[in-house]
């Protein structure tokens, strides 16, 4: 009798979800098979997606190494072998995925998720990241045009401008954070590139659809190069404080003093406008977290002006002019370049030029007489003020009606911006995947990015699908300090199945009695509420496997 001891932890939840999606069917139907590979291309997918959403602390090419303690029969089926996701085979899967098109091989599987889930995705928001990279990435001018992204130096969202990089575009449900689109980008691509040709292609997607559908994006996706298709979608967007009807909207409304509360921290006052051809709502929103920062903020910027007025100052005092005309239009160059401060003149000294050098006699006549200022600094405390005003507010824009979206509603949606900008976070975190992207074929890297968002979607969907089911049956988890809750993260709950085991007994009857050790309330709680194909890896209580 011999007994063996498998690792099956949270990888039972992730191999669940991708099942219930249907993820490696729909792989193997648009990739390439080859009669003798031992795993599928969508098999090799799901091994990367488990990978990544191991969170080990292992890059790509130890992919093998990471299976090594999991039961792989149990998580895929029969014949799978640790050894099977050797760096060979995922990479040539990276290449099917870049050859078919990672952009749209990604498409088609949202979608499919989104509607086996039933994810509501009338509001979708858009936003852009960029990965640094290290490495030389020389291509030939032959091959530029066959690549699919390009690796260049441009601005820097890691704070990393030494580095060349990518850019990854990407929508988002709100209703959950599922990822609905993802798209890689050259390292130099502008944002107002990105969401001009964004905007384009989701003219036709939106007229499609049967319900009205919204995007919602920063203020890069208000330009004037993109007024044409913003006339013809629906957006939720925030408003360029570079455009100076958005000045004036908040002057207004800081003078009105009229506002309407939405709670402690949020109050608007709303508008009509009519800006780039197109009718619209602004909302003026001023935000008490939002002033508080700007007061925080304005006791730097005015230490720093002062810190250059002093020394600036100090030159201009040691200089001698030829009148007290030409001192006093010298302070006043020197004042204009000031925001938060203001000079006066204090003194003005005539110094009298003799001829010749030495002390002066008593009867010596004056040649010239040279003026010296002394100047006076003054904080100007009301365009400090003005600047703390200004800055406690923010104008957000919609082209929707009343009757689609009110004021409040307006607010809500483009404060669920941050569904996209977690989902940054998780994909940029160290654990995930990490040191893969210094794979060096850029090909590689595009199809290992979508890879990556794909362990998004399937962290989303999951969590997502737990959320509800919880808040549907009203029950709860212990979070991290043993208080009842019930939207737990699903890296959380990873953590929380941590010691759970397959336990395989061979006998001499030649099959294998399985069991699952290690489920308690908790954890069954949990496998009850995610249901789906989680509970076909979890459910086992001495299940004969096979004869």
Same mark, same amino acid.
């Given at each position: 009798m011999k007994l063996k001891i498998k690792r099956l932890d949270h990888h039972g939840i992730v191999a669940g979800v991708i099942d219930d999606l249907k993820l490696v069917e729909l792989i193997d139907q648009y990739l390439p098979q080859d009669e003798k590979q031992e795993i599928t291309p969508g098999e090799a997918?799901?091994? &990367?997606? &488990?990978?990544?959403?191991? +969170?080990?602390?292992?890059?790509?090419?130890?992919t093998p190494q990471f299976f090594e303690n999991l039961p792989m029969e149990h998580l895929f089926r029969q014949g799978v072998e640790a050894s099977h996701f050797n760096r060979h085979k995922l990479g040539r899967?990276?290449?099917?995925?870049?050859?078919?098109? !990672?952009?749209?091989?990604?498409?088609? /599987? *949202?979608?499919? *998720?989104?509607?086996?889930?039933?994810?509501?995705?009338? +509001?979708?928001?858009?936003?852009?990241?960029?990965?640094?990279l290290t490495g030389q990435y020389n291509i030939d001018d032959e091959q530029e045009d066959e690549i699919p992204i390009q690796i260049k130096h441009g601005y820097s969202k890691d704070h990393r401008p030494d580095l060349k990089q990518i850019v990854q575009e990407m929508i988002v449900t709100q209703d959950g954070g599922v990822p609905m689109l993802s798209k890689n980008w050259d390292g130099n691509a502008s944002d107002s590139t990105i969401f001009r040709e964004r905007a384009s292609a989701l003219v036709d997607t939106f007229k499609a659809s049967d319900a @009205?559908?919204?995007?919602? =994006?920063?203020? $890069? +996706?208000?330009?004037?190069?993109? *007024?044409?298709?913003?006339?013809?979608?629906?957006?939720?967007?925030?408003? @360029?404080?570079?455009? $100076?009807?958005?000045?004036?909207? /908040?002057?207004?409304a800081l003078t009105a003093n009229d506002w309407t509360r939405i709670n402690d921290n949020y109050q608007y006052r709303p508008l009509r406008v009519e800006h780039m051809d197109i009718e619209q709502r602004w909302l003026v929103v001023y935000s008490n977290a939002a002033k508080a920062r700007a007061q925080k903020s304005i006791e730097g910027l005015v230490a720093k002006e002062r810190k250059a007025l002093d020394k600036a100052l100090f030159h201009l005092q040691a200089q001698r002019f030829a009148c007290e005309t030409d001192a006093q239009s010298a302070l006043a160059v020197l004042d204009k370049k000031q925001k938060y401060h203001s000079l006066s003149i204090a003194e003005c000294n005539a110094h009298n030029q003799y001829e010749g050098k030495g002390r002066p006699k008593k009867d010596a006549v004056v040649q010239s007489v040279q003026w010296q200022l002394i100047g006076q600094v003054t904080e100007d405390k009301a365009a400090q003020q003005n600047y703390v005003e200004q800055k406690s507010c923010f104008?957000?824009?919609?082209? =929707? !009606?009343?009757?689609?979206?009110?004021?409040?509603c307006v607010f809500e949606r483009y404060k669920a911006q941050s569904h996209v900008e977690r989902g940054f976070r998780f994909l940029k975190d160290p654990l995930f995947f990490v040191s893969s992207l210094f794979i060096k074929k850029p090909s590689r890297i595009d199809a290992l990015l979508m890879i990556m968002t794909l362990s998004l979607l399937v962290y989303s969907?999951?969590?997502?699908?737990?959320? *509800?089911n919880m808040a549907k049956a009203q029950i709860t988890i212990p979070n991290q300090i043993n208080k009842p809750i019930s939207n737990p993260t699903l890296r959380w709950v990873f953590q929380c199945f941590e010691g759970v085991n397959l336990v395989q007994l061979d006998t001499h009857y030649d099959y294998?009695?399985?069991?699952?050790?290690? /489920?308690?309330?908790?954890?069954n709680s949990v496998i009850q509420q995610l249901a789906g194909c989680a509970e076909r890896y979890y459910k086992i209580n001495n299940f004969e496997l096979g004869v």
């Open positions: 997918v799901k091994g &990367m997606i &488990m990978n990544g959403l191991g +969170f080990s602390n292992r890059p790509l090419s130890l899967t990276l290449d099917q995925c870049s050859d078919f098109g !990672c952009d749209n091989l990604f498409a088609r /599987i *949202a979608y499919q *998720a989104c509607q086996i889930e039933q994810v509501d995705t009338q +509001f979708q928001s858009l936003d852009t990241t960029s990965y640094s @009205p559908k919204f995007c919602i =994006a920063d203020s $890069k +996706f208000y330009h004037k190069e993109n *007024a044409e298709f913003l006339q013809q979608i629906r957006f939720i967007t925030l408003i @360029p404080s570079t455009i $100076k009807l958005e000045n004036q909207s /908040i002057s207004e104008v957000l824009a919609t082209n =929707a !009606c009343e009757t689609e979206l009110s004021d409040e969907i999951g969590q997502r699908r737990l959320r *509800a294998e009695l399985v069991h699952v050790d290690g /489920i308690n309330d908790v954890r």
